[in-house]
């Protein structure tokens, strides 16, 4: 992982807030925020969207096991605890590795790189097997690319519409979507749809044709940019 790593450590203790800076900055290549609020860090979880998370489990006012299911699947949780009985908890929540207290450097670099080869096999399935998982109510779906039509914003929520399936709809912000999806395969063209490139079978000025059903789907005046790049990629792609 040749890009800096964003990262962000939740603890409500300085001392181990400190202690993860240092190694962090030891470490390089590393951007790091830490916060002793869980509150403002959930927040800036969403919006940042960090590469790695340094979580703690028992803490005054929440519990980092719970706060782990909520989390983007995209995110490498790493458990930082001075019990050690939450390890078997903080694994069954697909936590990357368990770091117990007092934490010392060479099992921190470990942690690390065990969270740095999770992403990049996370990004290589994705581009590979084609495949995203969407968190439905209270369990994982997973969604094959080729078999999506298009995306629609529904508020807080996206429908993702499948050729011959039934759509999913998942708490998901249209901006986390759109990161979820490879640029080769996807385009924004409006503030409520994604498209699939493949699915498009004709378009006109401000409006896009998907098949099988001829689905009509608006060009957004933001997105004008898009499409006027539209017909050559439209095009590459049928080629």
Not at 140 to 150: P, T
Not at 205 to 224: A, H
Request: aromatic share 12%; charged share 25%; glycine share 4%.
């Amino acid at each position: 992982m040749n890009k800096t790593i964003r990262c962000i450590a939740i603890d409500d203790e300085p001392i181990a807030l400190s202690i993860i800076r240092e190694y962090c900055g030891q470490y390089g290549n590393i951007e790091l925020e830490c916060y002793t609020s869980p509150l403002k860090g959930i927040d800036r979880i969403v919006t940042w969207k960090p590469d790695i998370l340094f979580l703690d489990i028992e803490m005054n006012s929440h519990n980092g096991i719970q706060i782990a299911k909520e989390l983007p699947q995209e995110t490498a949780i790493i458990f930082t605890t001075a019990y050690s009985q939450y390890a078997i908890d903080g694994f069954n929540v697909d936590a990357v590795d368990f770091l117990h207290k007092p934490i010392f450097y060479p099992r921190f670099c470990h942690a690390l790189e065990k969270a740095v080869r999770w992403i990049g096999n996370k990004e290589t399935d994705l581009q590979t097997c084609g495949t995203l998982t969407l968190k439905v109510e209270h369990k994982n779906v997973v969604v094959y690319l080729k078999d999506i039509l298009y995306i629609e914003a529904m508020d807080n929520y996206v429908k993702v519409y499948r050729k011959d399936l039934p759509t999913v709809l998942s708490q998901i912000t249209m901006k986390e979507m759109e990161t979820m999806l490879p640029e080769n395969g996807f385009i924004r063209v409006h503030r409520s749809y994604i498209v699939a490139l493949n699915a498009i079978c004709k378009f006109s000025n401000r409006r896009i044709f998907l098949y099988p059903t001829d689905k009509e789907i608006p060009v957004g005046r933001k997105y004008t940019e898009s499409f006027k790049n539209l017909y050559n990629i439209f095009k590459s792609k049928k080629q």
